[in-house]
């Protein structure tokens, strides 16, 4: 690779880190360059190296975010800690299960998520005087974990944005402290899928580490934007991310 492909690479990879935490989504523009910049790259050994930058930025945001916001971390914690071999058994799956199925699936998700947030102004504007049972919160940390840790290892597009809903909805949070709770789960799934990846030798170390220093700057900038701007900030974000998500997964799938 020349200098101005290197420079391009960092660049996004600084980019990814910002998108990833404010909203999530940073996959979406790292995977397709790494596709790019090496044309005969397999998509496995991208989505690895994806995994090994990311997985510091996220790292780095959360930090930002617990030490800055309210975290629960009676949620963070188990549903983090269930995200990871949930992840990892994700991505032993990947292979198995081709990407053309969950595309559609995913797509009209999103399209329903910007719809409700759209038609629902006041949706993650503040936290909820409501309280939440326990209940509740078990099938938060479930969903979370298992269901999109999976999912990130298996498939990946929109999985900070799918846990930032998960967890606004179901107890009552306001966008920012949902992003600070998704960004501690993310730490997880992508440690899981690392794992799994890193096994199969299916991550390129020294590109995705020199990477993973852009994205640290981009994730931590991302981070102390959102905290700084507050809930309004994400929404419009996530609702941009949303929308940019559901065109390039539609031009992957129908062209």
Known sequence: MDVIDVAGLMAVAGAAG???????????????????????????????????TAITGTTVA???????????????????????????????????????????IVMALLIAVAAFVTLRPGFGATAGADSVTRRRRLLVIAVAGCGIGFYDGVFGPGTGTFLILTFTSLLSLEFVQSSALAKVVNVGTNFGALCVFAAQGQVMWMLGASMAVCNIVGATLGARTALRRGSGFVRVVLLIAVTAMVVKLGIDQFG
Do not use: E, H
């Open 18 to 52: 910002w998108v990833d935490a404010v909203v999530g989504g940073g996959g979406l523009l790292l995977i397709p360059t790494l596709l790019l910049s090496f044309p005969n790259l397999s998509p496995a050994v991208a989505l690895g190296t994806n995994k090994l």
């Open 62 to 104: 959360a930090v930002t975010y617990a030490r800055r916001t309210k975290l629960d971390r009676s949620v963070a914690v188990p549903a983090a800690l269930l995200a990871v071999p949930a992840a990892g058994f994700g991505a032993l799956s990947a292979s198995q299960l081709p990407t053309t199925w969950f595309r559609p």
